[in-house]
């Protein structure tokens, strides 16, 4: 998965902080444009990703392949939001690009904190079927996520959960649930699912009707999951029958044997981008890194290190069958699924997390 999105109302919180401690502390050693310009093509290029296997990932799929053509080193740094957010109100940020869910790089975009995105510079954006809703002011996407629906397959007598609905209906599914805690968006949208909504019709979300939706399945739920590796470890022990998980986490333990499944029907994608914070020192190289990265033959290589799917939809005549299965942007999960709308989540989130909060407690 990708980087957990923030509140707005935190995120703004935090940022009216950061600009005051940041207009208090003195200036020192400044540069001036040209002479971060001069010294630019001798700097490595840092990115900021979220680290781990999908750091690794990158590193492969993106960064040394770059490094071979360019000659340009790129360094991996994991700044969390409020660091990368300080820096760049400082006017120095220690980064030249960032990998962030689309929904912070709006965020850092409504807060004059990232640079806007000059597309004549990045050639392989151009007509090349990447949606639209990725290609905004100050972000460009660069893979798919998803949480999906999840299941032991020895639970129910062979049959398969193939819906929301499934997952609700206790009767014809019995035993006990996981559900995704605080640690992404509360899973609103498959509790509307479940009720019958369609998959066109879920925003804005009826937020009513789908904790009155919640309540109907509540004293099944064991337990809300706080990691990524979670509901596999739940599932593989029996604790729970079926729950919510991020596609592509389960495949490991699939791959080893394990009697587990997912289903790909009501998945809610969301996605990973890049931007350029403001003052980036290293803005031509940030660019050059950045449409690498959206060239179908990297976008390949990085879907099968790392179960993102690309945003370039020619990515996938590099690929497998086996491989093109697992990911949330193979087009026939793309008619299956949807994409969480990030305004009206930064919009209500606060609230919405709030009352989720109260209700996961009762």
């Known amino acids: 998965m990708g980087d957990v999105g923030v509140g707005r109302r935190a995120f703004l919180a935090r940022v009216g902080g950061i600009a005051a401690g940041a207009a208090a502390a003195p200036l020192t050693a400044c540069e001036t444009r040209a002479e971060r310009s001069a010294t630019e093509g001798s700097r490595p290029l840092v990115v900021r990703n979220f680290g781990g296997s999908y750091g690794e990932a990158n590193r492969k799929a993106v960064y040394d392949p770059f490094t071979r053509e360019t000659g340009i080193r790129v360094r991996a740094v994991n700044f969390g939001h409020d660091q990368m957010l300080a820096q760049i109100r400082e006017g120095r940020p220690q980064f030249d690009v960032m990998d962030i869910d689309m929904s912070n790089l709006v965020l850092f975009e409504s807060e004059d904190a990232s640079e806007p995105l000059d597309y004549g510079r990045l050639k392989n954006t151009r007509n090349t079927g990447i949606a639209q809703s990725l290609l905004t002011p100050n972000g460009v996407g660069k893979s798919y996520w998803a949480s999906v629906l999840a299941y032991h397959t020895d639970a129910f007598g062979g049959r398969k959960p193939e819906s929301w609905a499934d997952f609700w209906s206790l009767g014809a599914f019995p035993g006990r649930r996981a559900l995704q805690g605080a640690v992404d968006r509360p899973e609103l949208e498959f509790a509307l699912l479940a009720d019958g909504v369609p998959l066109d019709g879920l925003y804005p979300l009826d937020v009513d009707r789908a904790f009155k939706v919640l309540d ?94 690309p945003v370039v939809p020619a990515a996938y005549g590099h690929l497998t069958e086996s491989t093109a299965v697992r990911l949330a942007s193979t087009p026939g999960h793309l008619l299956t699924g949807f994409d969480l709308d990030i305004e009206w989540w930064l919009e209500n989130g606060d609230a919405v997390t709030r009352r989720w909060q109260r209700w996961a407690r009762g």
Not at 276 to 294: E, H, T, V
Request: cysteine-free; glycine content about 12%.
């Open 216 to 309: 109907e399945i509540r004293g099944s739920v064991r337990t809300f999951w706080e990691y990524g590796a979670e509901p596999g470890e739940l599932l593989s022990r029996g604790s729970v029958m079926a729950s919510s998980t991020w596609a592509g986490r389960l495949q490991n333990m699939i791959a080893d044997g394990v009697p587990l499944a997912y289903e790909w029907n009501g998945a809610r994608r969301q996605s990973n981008g890049y931007g350029i914070p403001k003052g980036s020192a290293n803005q031509d190289a940030a660019y050059r890194l950045i449409d690498f990265a959206l060239r179908p033959e990297v976008q390949a290589h990085m879907a099968r290190l790392y179960p993102d799917g």
